[in-house]
Each structure stands twice: as C-alpha cells, then as structure tokens.
C-alpha cells in the first residue's frame, strides 16, 4: 500500500505532490463574468475554478484568520441537507485565545453579506457572531470587483462595523461544510488557541496550517485543502478521495536495509506493540528514517485500540486493528507476534527470546505495559474468572455472561466499564470495590457517588467496602463469590480488575534501571539509565513538567501516544521532551466522562453544575492550584482547561470557586 497522494498548488500554480516537490505549472484560467445567479452545477468530477495566484491554505487556517479579524464565535443552523456533509452536527466553535502571529498589515479575508437570494433552502449555513464588546470589530464591506486575490485590498470602511450581531458568510458555510466532510472534531465546539485546534472529546490536536497532527492521541492527520476567497465566492480544490477518507497519514520514508527480514541485527528494536511502540515506528518513518525496525509483541494480533476492550467486549480483532497488515508491509516495519523477550544484554546490544532467537540493536525502545493483578483468594484458578488483556479474553467473557449472573471485582476504569456494557445482556451484575465508592481516589467521593447512583439505576449492585475472601464452585465451574463481610453472591462469571503491574520482570538483570515498583524512570527525553535505550508506555515514571517534574507515572492512551513519539524523536537526537497535558476519557450508559490533568493527592474538589442531573465539571486542587478537571455533559471545557495547562499557565482555586469562567477564554485576571 503506498501513501496516499496529497496534492496542493504553491502560489504561481506549481503542483505539490505527496512528497512536497514541484511537478508542474497549472495554467491559469480566466475568470468567469459576474452572474446575478450562481451556475447551475454541473455534472460529473466538481471543478473549482481558482483564477489569479494560489495560496495552499487549511479550512483551520481561514478560521484563524477569521478570528484575527475580530470574530470571537462561529455558530450555525440547518436547513435541508447537503452534498458536501450530513454528518454537520456543531452549534458553535469557541475560539478561546487568538493564534499569536502578527498581521501582515493585508488581509484578503472579506467577511460580507449576501444577498436573501443566495441562500437556498437546501443548504446548511454558518453565521459570524462578532465578540461582545467589538472592540476589536473589523470594519466589514464587499471586495471591490475586478483584482485578483493578490492585488485584493480590505474593506477600508471609516464605520466601527458595516454588519449586525448576526451575519450570514458564504465563507464560512464552505469551510464548516470540509471540516465536516474531513473531521469529527467539527460535530461539537472545539478549541482553538496557540495555533491549534484540540478536539473537544479525546483532547488530540491538530495544526491549523498543515492540519498535522500536533498532540495524542490518534495516528493521522487532517487534510489541507486550497482555499480561494474572491468578491463573495470560495473556491476549494479537493479531491473526492480526500473527502471520503476524512483523514491523512502523513508522508513517510520506506525500509531500503537490503538484510531486513533475513538479518540477527536492527537499526531499531521495540519492545512491545501497543501505542507506544507503534507511534515510535511511524514517527521514526515520518522523520525519514529509512533503516530497519523491528516490533515484537506477546499477542498474536498486530497493534490495536486496547482500551476498547473493556468498553465494547464483543468486538471482533480485526475491528480493533490500528493498522492494516498492509500498512507494515508498505513502510517496512517488521512486527513479530507471540515472541516474548526473556534478557536483555545491554552491553553487548542484543536481546534474547523465549525461543532461543537473538537479535542485535543499535537502538532500543521498552515499552512492554502491564500485566493485569489477579486475586490471592482460595478459587482463584477455577473456571470463568477472567482479567481482560485480549481480544479473546473479552469476547470469552460477553459470551459468557449473557442471561447469567456477573461478579466484577474491582471499581476502577475496566471493573465500570464491563459492568456498564454487560448490563443489557446478563442476568445480573454486581460489583465488589474496597473502597466507599467507585473512582474515589481518582475522581474524589463526591463525583464518584453521584456514578455509582447512575449504575444503581441500570440495576448494579455494589458491594462496598470488602474484598473477596472465596470463590467457589461446582466441577470447576464459579458458582459463588464469598466476601469478607460474609454475605455469598451467586456468580458465574467473574471479571477481575483490580489494577495492573509493570511488565517488566525480564529487566531484573539487565542492568537497566527499575524502581521499587518495577517501573522503569526516564527522563523528559524517555531515556533510561543505559544510553541508546529507551522507554515509554504504561510501565515508565518521567517527569511531569507542568507538575514541577515530579516523577510519575500515567497509564493513559494518550500518555503512550506521546511517549512514543517523544523517544522517536531522540533516537533521532532531535531533543525533544515530554510536555503533553495527561487526557482521558471514558463512556458509560451513553455518557462520556473526560478527564486532564494529573490530581493525584488533590485536597478539595469544586464542583459547578448538577451532580444530580450528571451535568458537572469538577476542579481538582492541591492548596491554591488547580491540578485537574473532570467533566460530564460539560463539553468543551475539559479540552479548553488542558489547553490552558498546556500554555504552561496555572489556574489558581479562587478563579474556578466563583463559577465565572471568563479566565478559559483569556478575559479573566
């Protein structure tokens, strides 16, 4: 499979193909003579007519041009349906803090207001709301006809604003219709600062100018499109292909080792195939490293999207792929399944495996996660007690409890998150947590209560503050939970999710260095105690720069995603450092939860909105800081908040205690 081919025009009409080099001169057309009425559209492949220069630029990009302008807000409404979309679902874009980049003093940006007769009843528009105040309002007229976009001068009205609160943009209808047809991120508002636009559910970011992805977690990019803005007219150029595939893996090198696949030795080794390993390959390609790499995994599948196990437990491995088996092959990244190293030799650079095989590396990554605790108790061998790890451990696991009665050990993220999906499909479900509530020491008491009444309402039942003393059954087979408290729960099923450990006992003699929790420390760099080895994933502690470089350690998807690319990057000796705000999220009964920050040890939780109605965002803070923000129903303000920390500012408890939240958007003190 060969990347996809990304062509855009350089101003003066070169052609840019996927490798950035120009190819050709498109000619120039003549424009066409104004029409009171817009030509009737004709059939077979869209061609956008783009008279006068050219000038590649993101559909981000004209927003951010657009705020530069004075626009605070960009709203829309429905009518009938479109060719370009139907899955438009945003009501407003929030634009909290301008992208910092000095005007050039030439903005062919005309923000105007058509006449009622261009709105069709068919289509979908967007609005342009100025800011409140105005004050910084650009004045607004029409383009004069006849120059072209480079000799185009702004509307040089003396009138404090030509537009009302509200006015309709040809512009902005074309843009919102190709962020809709090439992202997600555009159902909902999303957050625009710095540059960037974060999307509002999962916290990844993406470069308003190329649309690259910036910030994790996920693997492609946006598409860029040319944008040309004249008189009341935006012309787009976009392949259909571009359209369709709503994402973009940017450009990358191919393997040219001549030994690769028949070689004892490697450029490159990583150890182990979940986010981080895999991100650290593809960076390693992004940044056109062309030599061998070689991934090793303990599954027998190839890299997937493990959170989902445990939120969608009958999903097939094949669903759960990051990448095709295509993907690998094209760029040359050798993956080996079902291999388990057994030593490292860090002064000879070679690594054993289980099977006796050895490979040599120049550059190694561990990124070997975690291994899932099991219960100590009496029973705990016997038939139907599952942790989940795999595709096969979760689907067991459905499959088995349908119509029969679940015990879920453990209140966690995974123990909630199988109860929530099990509870149309088994007969009964309860949970069994040590502590008085669920996601306690996470999301504090408060939070975590008002979670366990939502699943009391979809029939769980808790068993709090006790811990299993039995398990017992019949010819093998679980039949009861025995508690410490005494009380016997009926179960036939029984998923353990109690935490996980390091998976790195194979390291013990390796000379690389383990703390006493068998974590592997790095540096902001993800490197180890040994040079030329690195780590990353869910079994490292690093310094969390934000939080004064206190080592920690964060077993998020996101925190792998950067992880990975952040070691990539110093293989190559590029220097980079780990600066990614921790984000997560989870789903629970249709609700989603999001998470940033780091709140472990927070001293008070404040609460805005209903706890009752599961509509809050809670603020996590330790003395005078805000440390994390935890939200339902709340969208954005979670990715507005890990935009804010992003920044490197500190959000102080007496800005969240008001409930005034001026200060996400810059207008606070």
């Not at 009205?157 to 609160?165: K, V, W």
């Not at 080794?269 to 030599?291: H, M, N, P, W």
């Not at 440390?627 to 007496?654: C, F, H, Q, T, W």
Request: contains cysteine.
């Amino acid at each position: 499979m060969s990347p996809t081919a990304h062509h855009l025009l350089r101003p003066g009409g070169a052609v840019l193909g996927a490798a950035g080099s120009p190819a050709a001169v498109q000619p120039q057309r003549q424009p066409r003579p104004a029409r009171a009425s817009p030509p009737p559209r004709a059939r077979g492949p869209k061609r956008f007519p783009s008279p006068g220069p050219r000038r590649a630029q993101s559909p981000l990009q004209v927003l951010e041009q657009l705020q530069q302008d004075g626009i605070s807000s960009i709203s829309k409404a429905f009518r009938g349906s479109s060719p370009m979309g139907d899955a438009l679902g945003l009501r407003q874009l929030p634009i909290c803090a301008p992208a910092c980049r000095p005007s050039s003093g030439h903005s062919p940006w005309v923000a105007v207001s058509p006449s009622p007769n261009q709105w069709s009843s068919r289509s979908r528009w967007c609005c342009l709301r100025k800011n409140e105040a105005r004050r910084s309002c650009r004045p607004v007229g029409r383009a004069a006809p006849g120059p072209t976009r480079a000799t185009a001068r702004p509307a040089t009205s003396t009138r404090r604003s030509a537009c009302p609160p509200l006015t309709p943009t040809p512009a902005l209808r074309i843009v919102w219709r190709l962020l809709s047809a090439t992202s997600r991120i555009s159902r909902m508002a999303s957050v625009l600062s710095r540059g960037r636009v974060r999307c509002p559910w999962h916290g990844a970011c993406f470069n308003i100018s190329t649309g690259d992805l910036e910030d994790f977690p996920g693997l492609d990019s946006l598409h860029k499109f040319q944008v040309k803005i004249e008189k009341e007219k935006v012309y787009v150029r976009a392949s259909k292909q571009a359209l369709q595939l709503q994402r973009r893996t940017k450009v990358m090198a191919k393997c040219i080792s001549p030994s690769a696949g028949y070689s004892s030795s490697t450029n490159v080794l990583i150890v182990g195939a979940g986010a981080a390993g895999l991100v650290c390959a593809e960076t390693l390609r992004q940044e056109g490293f062309s030599d061998r790499i070689v991934l090793c995994t303990l599954d027998r599948h190839l890299p997937y999207d493990r959170p989902k196990l445990s939120k969608s437990l009958d999903t097939q491995p094949e669903q759960l792929a990051l990448r095709p088996k295509e993907f690998f092959r094209a760029y040359g990244i050798e993956v080996l399944t079902e291999a388990q190293v057994v030593t490292v030799d860090v002064r000879n650079k070679k690594v054993v495996f289980k099977d006796g095989f050895k490979l040599e590396y120049s550059k190694l990554l561990l990124a070997p996660g975690s291994s899932p605790r099991t219960l100590s108790c009496k029973g705990k061998e016997m038939e139907n007690v599952f942790t989940i790890r795999t595709p096969e451990d979760a689907n067991r696991v459905v499959r088995l409890a349908r119509g029969r009665n679940v015990v879920i050990v453990g209140a966690g993220f995974l123990g909630m998150e199988v109860a929530a999906y099990l509870t149309e499909k088994a007969h009964s479900v309860s949970v069994v947590e040590l502590e008085e509530t669920p996601f306690r020491r996470f999301l504090g008491e408060r939070v975590g209560r008002a979670l366990m009444k939502m699943f009391e309402n979809n029939r769980v039942k808790f068993y709090m503050q006790t811990e299993v003393s039995e398990l017992r059954g019949q010819e093998g087979k679980l039949k009861e939970v025995v508690l410490k408290s005494s009380k016997v729960v009926r179960a036939d099923v029984c998923v353990v999710g109690i935490g996980a450990v390091a998976a790195t006992g194979f390291l013990r003699q390796s000379g690389i260095g383990l703390d006493s929790r068998g974590f592997i420390p790095v540096n902001k760099m993800m490197q180890t105690n040994v040079p030329g080895v690195f780590a990353a994933g869910d079994a490292v502690t690093f310094p969390l720069a934000w939080r004064n470089n206190r080592k920690v350690n964060i077993p998020h998807w996101q925190m792998a995603h950067a992880q990975g690319r952040v070691a990539a990057q110093n293989m190559l000796a590029q220097e980079a450092e780990m600066n990614t705000v921790p984000y997560l999220w989870t789903a629970m009964f249709g609700k989603s939860l999001r998470y940033a920050g780091y709140g472990e040890g927070f001293d008070d939780v404040i609460i805005q909105g209903d706890l009752e109605e599961l509509k809050f965002v809670a603020f996590y803070t330790k003395g005078d800081e805000v440390i994390a923000v935890a939200s339902m129903n709340y969208d954005p303000i979670v990715s507005k908040v890990a935009e804010v920390l992003a920044s490197g500012r500190a959000i102080r408890k007496r800005e969240v205690e008001t409930g005034d939240m001026s200060w996400l958007t810059g207008k606070g003190s």
